[in-house]
């Protein structure tokens, strides 16, 4: 059996959250890259490639009933000393993210056409849409598979691994796409479905990558059955976090396409505008999700040794900080919105708009901290049910029926939905900080360190 490597001492959270920051900042950079090169070609390609991509996001959400889990329950086993139960689990998550990224790929496959009619995609939209979705089906599995792998990593604090993997990854992706989009020599120029043929390319990569790693640094190397297996006891420690979690994404993830159905209805130029400003608006989100990753990293391997204490001063300084951060980034990308926005469309309609949307942001991202990291931390002590029992109603009234209610009732268009996702947020985000604070986490970690 190959032995593995040391794994590193006990890291501050700095060290863990710049890795995952680099990480998120590259898949947004690859995603900003996509949206240009779509956008090169005509607005509805630009919106196509938005819409379709918010499709596939959704759709991946269900990955979360078990993704959501691995990392929690192998860092709490790690945490505890059980390295042999962090293997067992890691094995288990491989098997069911095959079942589940095959399961949505194959959703993806044969209802493309039927989903670009449910997000109520302009009638020039539809035509590019349904074929990118159609060729994004495959990769959507090579994503689950990665994503499991990469959770275990991080689980393991080899967050500088993944990082690694992550970059040869997105390099291969851009290497391949920019050809395959344009046309290079006599590569003839694909358009958006050459950026899912080098989507899959570069998953295939990651996976080779992961698997390496696995084996050097964790001394695992899946077995055949593993890639289809999900052992009872292994699959049930991950659904008790993960179904929560994944309800919560779930019920976000519906409510935010509900809001991009309303766009959709408004017209290509307003799909496009939302979809220029929600990339910058993921970029300006970063540094807040990367610290909620890294917090739940942590928290998983505090409350797996029993630290309580020290885990409750942890979230209080990372949600400190975020919040700062955060406010700073978004009114920098505020101020920049309008040349950040030309990269993207010389419409000065669409640039208007769009730079309004990002000084709404200044107050939207603070809100979206609370929930970035709080969450995170909740879900790595064992509470994971809160976020979305709290959250739902908010989620269905606030975030769904309020983009609904502002921007196509009363007619306020995008700044409408825009409000929306302010009160959604920080209407979450109080209460998952009024959980935390009042420690109503805590005799669910100490149930979680009983378990161990």
């Given amino acids: 059996m190959t032995t593995p490597a040391s794994p590193p001492s006990q890291p501050r959270l700095f060290s863990l959250a710049w890795p995952l920051f680099v990480e998120l900042l590259l898949g947004i950079g690859v995603g900003l890259i996509g949206t240009a090169l779509a956008a090169r070609v005509s607005d509805a390609a630009g919106g196509a490639f938005a819409l379709t991509n918010h499709v596939a996001a959704t759709l991946f959400v269900v990955f979360r009933i078990i993704g959501a889990g691995i990392g929690v329950v192998v860092t709490q086993s790690l945490g505890a000393g059980q390295t042999a139960m962090a293997q067992r689990l890691a094995r288990a998550a491989l098997g069911a993210s095959t079942w589940i990224g095959g399961g949505t790929a194959l959703i993806a496959w044969l209802g493309a056409t039927p989903l670009m009619r449910l997000m109520n995609a302009p009638a020039d939209v539809v035509p590019l849409a349904v074929p990118f979705l159609t060729m994004l089906a495959p990769a959507l599995l090579g994503d689950a598979w990665n994503a499991a792998m990469a959770s275990v990593m991080r689980a393991h604090l080899r967050t500088r691994d993944t990082l690694a993997v992550i970059i040869?990854?997105?390099?291969?992706?851009?290497?391949?796409?920019?050809?395959?989009?344009?046309?290079?020599?006599?590569?003839?120029?694909?358009?958006?479905?050459?950026?899912?043929?080098?989507?899959?390319?570069?998953?295939?990569?990651?996976?080779?990558?992961?698997?390496?790693?696995?084996?050097?640094?964790?001394?695992?190397?899946?077995?055949?059955?593993?890639?289809?297996?999900?052992?009872?006891r292994e699959l049930a420690a991950m659904l008790r976090i993960g179904l929560p979690g994944a309800a919560e994404n779930i019920g976000y993830r519906l409510g935010y396409m509900v809001s991009v159905a309303v766009v959709a209805e408004m017209g290509a130029q307003a799909l496009a505008t939302q979809a220029y400003t929600s990339q910058l608006m993921y970029g300006v989100l970063l540094f807040g999700l990367a610290t909620g990753l890294a917090v739940e990293i942590l928290v998983g391997h505090l409350v797996g040794a029993g630290e309580l204490k020290a885990a409750?001063?942890?979230?209080?300084?990372?949600?400190?900080?975020?919040?700062?951060v955060s406010l700073m980034v978004a009114t920098a990308a505020a101020l920049a919105a309008p040349w950040l926005l030309g990269a993207f469309t010389r419409d000065p309609k669409i640039i208007s708009a769009g730079s309004l949307l990002m000084w709404m942001t200044v107050l939207l991202e603070p809100g979206r901290t609370f929930n970035l990291v709080l969450v995170n931390a909740l879900r790595a002590a064992g509470d994971a049910r809160y976020p979305v029992m709290?959250?739902?109603?908010?989620?269905?009234?606030?975030?769904?029926?309020?983009?609904?209610?502002?921007?196509?009732?009363?007619?306020?268009?995008?700044?409408g939905i825009w409000l929306a996702y302010i009160a959604d947020e920080w209407i979450r985000g109080l209460l998952m900080w009024h959980r935390w604070s009042s420690l109503g986490w805590l005799p669910y970690a100490r149930q979680a360190r009983a378990g161990r």
């Fill in 168 to 232: 040869a990854m997105h390099a291969c992706h851009l290497a391949l796409a920019i050809p395959l989009m344009v046309g290079a020599g006599p590569v003839p120029a694909l358009g958006l479905p050459g950026y899912a043929l080098a989507l899959l390319g570069s998953r295939m990569l990651g996976l080779v990558l992961h698997l390496w790693l696995w084996r050097l640094r964790l001394g695992l190397v899946p077995r055949a059955g593993d890639w289809w297996r999900a052992p009872r």
């Fill in 312 to 324: 409750h001063r942890l979230v209080k300084r990372a949600l400190a900080r975020g919040l700062l």
């Fill in 390 to 415: 709290a959250g739902a109603a908010s989620m269905l009234v606030v975030l769904a029926g309020g983009s609904w209610l502002f921007g196509a009732v009363l007619g306020w268009g995008l700044p």
